[in-house]
T-cell receptor
Framework: DAKTTQPPSMDCAEGRAANLPCNHS???????VYWYRQIHSQGPQYIIH???NNETNEMASLIITEDRKSSTLILPHATLRDTAVYYC????????????FGTGTRLTIIP | GAVVSQHPSWVICKSGTSVKIECRSL??????MFWYRQFPKQSLMLMAT?????????EQGVEKDKFLINHASLTLSTLTVTSAHPEDSSFYIC???????????FGDGTRLSIL
């Protein structure tokens, strides 16, 4: 069973910031938060991951709450190509390194 | 960096035949590779984990004699679906990771259709 909870769908206007929430209230101390996305008929694409500090890369920012029970993925300026299913996954890369995919959030960018 | 390539992208074959799918890490050496399966409108399900030079670890419910995994080098893993039947039709996706603290990177998947 997936250890995360995400809204099934979200819409965001093109050019605006897309904020995707994820709850992971049972996360353990060794588990990282990973975000992937899957565009139709393609393999998942890695976006970002973090342990407890906020992270930023060229694709997105990851904000993790201080208690680590939830996080938010931020796409700063959404484009139509960001339309995809976004998966939030918690995993211990040094222990059981499996990724358990839930149902994710289907993000639709509106022109 | 971190490019993973799968071949073929899609394959159609008759029931009873065996199909081999290749997964290559193009610009890094992968200590661990993973194989997933995705049925229409469902999420990815992990089938097995393989480390170079050792036997793959299969998830519960995945038949190891039907889904043969070979991880002979640090850049190549293969999945062979033996005696494939229509119910094996699915989207098969591999991933690879460089080291423990690096994320998994996925290939673009292989769409398998068994007639």
């Amino acid at each position: 069973d997936a250890k995360t909870t995400q809204p099934p769908s979200m819409d965001c206007a093109e050019g605006r910031a897309a904020n995707l929430p994820c709850n992971h209230s049972t996360i353990s101390g060794n588990e990282y938060v990973y975000w992937y996305r899957q565009i139709h008929s393609q393999g998942p694409q890695y976006i970002i991951h973090g342990l407890k500090n906020n992270e930023t890369n060229e694709m997105a920012s990851l904000i993790i709450t201080e208690d680590r029970k939830s996080s938010t993925l931020i796409l700063p300026h959404a484009t139509l190509r960001d339309t995809a299913v976004y998966y939030c996954i918690v995993s211990d890369p040094f222990g059981n390194e499996k990724l358990t995919f839930g149902t994710g959030t289907r993000l639709t960018i509106i022109p | 960096g971190a490019v993973v390539s799968q071949h073929p992208s899609w394959v159609i074959c008759k029931s009873g035949t065996s199909v081999k799918i290749e997964c290559r890490s193009l610009d890094f050496q992968a200590t661990t590779m993973f194989w997933y399966r995705q049925f229409p409108k469902q999420s990815l399900m992990l089938m097995a984990t393989s480390n170079e030079g050792s036997k793959a670890t299969y998830e519960q419910g995945v038949e190891k004699d039907k889904f043969l995994i070979n991880h002979a080098s640090l850049t190549l893993s293969t999945l062979t679906v033996t005696s494939a039947h229509p119910e094996d039709s699915s989207f098969y996706i591999c991933s690879a990771k460089r080291t423990a603290n690096q994320p998994q990177h996925f290939g673009d998947g292989t769409r398998l259709s068994i007639l």
